[in-house]
C-alpha cells in the first residue's frame, strides 16, 4: 500500500502564503498522478489541483488559477501545492492522492489551511 502524509497547513493572514508538502512511502510502482482536494466545513470535497506522472502537465480549479502552483519531486515522488494570494474562501481541509488511469487510489489525512480576513 501507498501512504500519503501532508503537512505545511496552518493559519494565514489574508494574502499570505502557505507550502503544503505531501510525501509518500510504502509499496509503489513507479510515479503516479497525483491530486489536491479541499473540503470546508459542511461542504463536499472538491478538486483543486492535478499533475501528471511526469510534471509537466498540470490542471487547477478555475477557484484557485493563477494563485496556486502545483509541482513534484520525481525522485523522492512527493507532491507540493504552493498557495499564494490566499483568500478567506481558501479555507478547508487540504489532501492529497495519488490517481491511476484517472480514479483515486489513495487519500492522506488531510492538512488544516485557514485564512483570517
Known amino acids: 500500500q501507498v501512504q500519503l502524509v501532508e503537512s505545511g497547513g496552518g493559519l494565514v493572514q489574508a494574502g499570505g502564503s502557505l507550502r503544503l508538502s505531501c510525501v509518500a512511502s510504502?509499496?509503489?510502482?513507479?510515479?503516479?498522478?497525483m491530486r489536491w482536494f479541499r473540503q470546508a466545513p459542511g461542504e463536499e470535497r472538491v478538486l483543486v489541483a492535478g499533475?501528471?506522472?511526469?510534471?509537466?502537465?498540470?490542471y487547477y480549479a478555475d477557484s484557485v488559477k493563477g494563485r496556486f502552483a502545483i509541482s513534484r519531486d520525481g525522485v523522492k515522488n512527493n507532491v507540493y501545492l504552493q498557495m499564494n494570494s490566499l483568500k478567506p474562501e481558501d479555507t478547508a481541509v487540504y489532501y492529497c492522492?495519488?490517481?491511476?488511469?484517472?480514479?483515486?487510489?489513495?487519500w492522506g489525512q488531510g492538512t488544516q489551511v485557514t485564512v483570517s480576513s
Open positions: 499533475i501528471n506522472w511526469s510534471g509537466d502537465s498540470t
Open positions: 492522492a495519488t490517481v491511476y488511469t484517472g480514479e483515486v487510489k489513495n
Open positions: 510504502g509499496r509503489t510502482f513507479g510515479t503516479y498522478a
